[in-house]
């Protein structure tokens, strides 16, 4: 049982270029999100699923698309990076979104973009 | 809109010391709190998760409590010791959907 898992652990991506970066679970969680985490802002929502096929903008959704063709896939797209778009992204997820669920993380994705 | 606020930022403790992190929310109506270790340069771990009907969890040295009406979640880690340090992360669930983070605290402690 690996849990959350994400690819690539590290990236550096010139200014313009695109990049797909995979979340998988193991865990047949419905729910799934992808957060970015910045020095001084803290954890940010990008977007999230609640369930295969289905995605939905969180709170710093621009620049960035997803797509969750399987359950125990979501991917998170640049398709032209921005400097702005340095970051650690986070992938999480949990059973369904009711009260007693805990969310889980994976490692994390460390993005440079020059 | 939901806000999440941690006090303090930063705290310095020596070992042995017992201690209490605070977290606040600004919206009463949530599903569940969690707090969550992280380490420099790495994920998040969970620690605690408190649901909205709980008042407080313990898992070994370490107890959270939940104040749903007045907007407020404590950490409360006994006897600390230097691999306790760390940052920790207070975030709430509203209506099933993400969690909302507070900064966190970043405790060192000191042998």
């Known amino acids: 049982n690996a849990g959350v898992t994400q690819t690539p652990k590290f990236r550096v991506l010139k200014t313009g270029q695109s990049m797909t970066l995979l979340c998988a679970q193991d865990?047949?969680?419905?729910?799934m999100y992808w957060y970015r985490q910045d020095p001084g802002m803290g954890l940010r929502l990008i977007h999230y699923?609640?369930?295969?096929?289905?995605?939905a903008k969180g709170e710093v959704p621009d620049g960035y698309n997803v797509s969750r063709l399987k359950k125990q896939n979501f991917l998170l797209g640049l398709e032209s990076a921005a400097p702005s778009q340095t970051s650690v992204y986070f992938c999480?997820?949990?059973?369904?979104?009711?009260?007693?669920?805990?969310?889980?993380f994976g490692p994390g994705t460390r993005l440079t973009v020059l | 809109k939901q806000e999440v606020t941690q006090i303090p930022a930063a705290l310095s403790v020596p070992e042995g010391e017992n201690l209490v992190l605070n977290c606040s929310f600004t919206?009463?109506?949530?599903?569940?709190l969690q707090w969550f270790r992280q380490d420099p340069g790495k994920g998040l771990t969970s620690l605690l998760l408190?649901?909205?009907?709980?008042r407080e969890q313990t898992s070994g040295r370490l107890n959270a409590s939940l104040d749903k009406s007045s907007g407020r979640s404590t950490l409360y880690i006994a006897a600390s010791q230097p691999g306790d340090s760390a940052t920790y992360l207070c975030?709430?669930?509203?209506?099933?959907?993400?969690?909302?983070f507070g900064k966190g605290t970043t405790l060192s402690v000191s042998s």
């Open positions: 408190i649901q909205s009907s709980q």
């Open positions: 919206d009463s109506a949530i599903y569940n």
């Open positions: 999480a997820s949990t059973i369904t979104g009711l009260s007693g669920n805990e969310q889980f």
């Open positions: 975030a709430v669930s509203q209506a099933g959907t993400a969690l909302i």
């Open positions: 865990m047949n969680h419905e729910y």
């Open positions: 699923s609640v369930g295969e096929g289905t995605t």
